[in-house]
């Protein structure tokens, strides 16, 4: 069973550039979700995909935007990457209609200049 | 809105030793789950240990346990015969069953040291 994996592993960007991190679901997975997680902070959800469809977001505006494709990976894109927008940002995987219980990736540490 | 609070930023506890952490969460539902996870410093998140709230029984993985107070709304994880690996940020996670998302609301964590 393979477990879910994202990359890069770090990134560095500067400020006003655009991002793409990527991540691909564990294996019998249906349901990608991204979260930021802030140094010294819990993980904060940013959206969730199911079907290839965004199925709920959380407090983030519009310049983060995401893909599910159909073997049901995901791209989180940034754009217009602020300096607050540095972050570890985490996948995590789960299959609607069975456990449901969310599987993590190892994240992408982001730094924005 | 549901809200998770994690009061204890840091704890130590000897080798061997037994420690819990504490977890209080606020929701309005009554069917959701309960998550323990850890993450080192490699950064994985790792599930811990998962509460269903419509069980009463606490649940046990191996030397982690829960003391799960519905009516309290308190989650608290034990670590009994702690290990120098289990040094890590734990984080107490909440998902609820009603809004169509399963989104999880996380608390801010608690650093475990683990004294040898």
């Known amino acids: 069973e393979t477990g879910v994996t994202q990359s890069p592993t770090h990134l560095i960007k500067t400020r006003g550039q655009q991002v793409t991190l990527r991540c691909s679901s564990q294996s019998g997975h249906n349901t990608v979700s991204w979260y930021q997680q802030a140094l010294g902070q819990g993980p904060q959800f940013i959206f969730q995909?199911?079907?290839?469809?965004?199925?709920g977001r959380g407090n983030f505006p519009p310049r983060f935007s995401g893909l599910q494709f159909p073997n049901y990976s995901s791209e989180l894109n940034v754009n217009a990457l602020e300096l607050d927008d540095s972050a570890l940002y985490l996948c995590a995987s789960s299959f609607v209609g069975g456990e449901e219980t969310q599987y993590f990736g190892p994240g992408t540490r982001l730094l924005v200049l | 809105a549901q809200t998770v609070t994690q009061s204890q930023p840091e704890m130590s506890v000897q080798e061997a030793e037994t420690v819990t952490l504490s977890c209080t969460y606020d929701?309005?539902?009554?069917?959701?789950?309960l998550f323990w996870y850890k993450q080192p410093p490699s950064r994985q998140m790792i599930l811990v240990i998962r509460?269903?709230?419509?069980?009463?029984q606490n649940a046990t993985e191996n030397r982690f346990s829960v003391n799960f107070q519905k009516a309290a709304k308190s989650f608290s994880l034990k670590i009994s015969d702690s290990q120098l690996g289990d040094a890590a940020m734990y984080f107490c996670?909440?998902?609820?069953?009603?809004?169509?998302?399963?989104?999880?609301?996380f608390g801010t964590g608690t650093r475990l040291k683990v004294l040898a």
């Open positions: 995909y199911y079907r290839e469809e965004e199925n």
């Open positions: 509460q269903e709230a419509y069980k009463q």
């Open positions: 996670a909440y998902r609820g069953t009603t809004s169509g998302t399963y989104k999880y609301i």
């Open positions: 929701t309005s539902e009554s069917d959701y789950y």
